[in-house]
């Protein structure tokens, strides 16, 4: 298992909880707006850190933090995140989730099992421009890969929405290089009745794989907000002032 960071307590990440966040390498996405990329492509440069001090470590906060975070990266594309995950339930604590939607079958394996408390699936776009904001077309994917990326992604948000298992939200990072007024209708169709959404601030960096992009103010998020609000039951914004 490729642990490649620990924030030891955020009151950011869990929504409502005092949590630590495990971060874990890899990922099947290339994302143009990615912040974490040393985390994607740059994986093999980063220590990584023993799963026995992740553990010693929530043992200490037992009783102090609510929760652990689980990102990336993409978490699901580990083989031991199951175990590592009955682990840190076995120690009492609430587990939050964060993927990109792709794997269902492994979001599918930790609902069952009640291994899973929240989960935050990122939303990219409308399943048309997957290929690109997500950078599948970039050489690393063949045709059925992406379309086999984009079909789980769509039946992770059916299992999510339809079955209402457990506590969830979808979140999309607003770029206004792809992000119109068109893609949100889209995207209110793709996640018609769902329970949350937030519209998440890009902020903009050199650090990203597209460094020309942009992001949309707080008004002009919120208008956003009014297109998505008839078919979604929460929306809102986050991340911008
Ligand atoms: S899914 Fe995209 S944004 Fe998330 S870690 Fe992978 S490349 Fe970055």
Excluded: W
């Excluded at 966040?21 to 912040?35: A, D, E, P, Q, S």
């Excluded at 990336?72 to 995140?81: C, N, R, S």
């Excluded at 298992?165 to 893609?183: G, M, P």
């Amino acid at each position: 298992m490729q642990i490649c960071g620990l924030m030891k307590t955020t009151l950011l990440d869990y929504p409502g909880k005092v949590a630590s966040t495990i971060f874990l390498g890899g990922c099947n996405m290339r994302c143009v707006f990615c912040h974490n990329m040393n985390l994607v492509t740059g994986v093999n440069e980063i220590p990584k850190i023993p799963v026995s001090d992740v553990i010693d470590h929530l043992n200490s906060r037992i009783g102090v933090i609510d929760g652990v975070c689980i990102t990336g990266g993409e978490p699901t594309l580990h083989p031991d995140l199951i175990d590592l995950i009955s682990t840190i339930k076995e120690m009492g604590f609430l587990v939050k989730l964060d993927s990109n939607g792709s794997k269902t079958s492994v979001l599918e394996e930790l609902i069952a099992k009640k291994l899973v408390d929240y989960i935050a699936i990122d939303v990219k776009a409308s399943f048309n421009k997957y290929p690109v904001i997500c950078g599948l077309n970039s050489g690393f994917d063949s045709d059925s890969q992406v379309k086999s990326i984009i079909k789980n992604v769509r039946d992770t948000i059916d299992l999510l929405v339809k079955h209402d298992l457990i506590n969830y939200e979808f979140r999309t990072t607003v770029i206004r290089e792809y992000h119109d007024e068109n893609e949100f209708e889209l995207i209110g169709d793709m996640l018609q009745g769902a329970s949350n959404y937030y519209l998440q601030g890009f902020v903009k960096s050199r650090f990203v794989p597209e460094t020309s992009l942009n992001g949309y103010s707080a008004d002009e998020l919120r208008r956003f907000v009014n297109i998505l609000a008839p078919k979604i039951k929460h929306v809102d914004i986050r991340g911008v002032d």
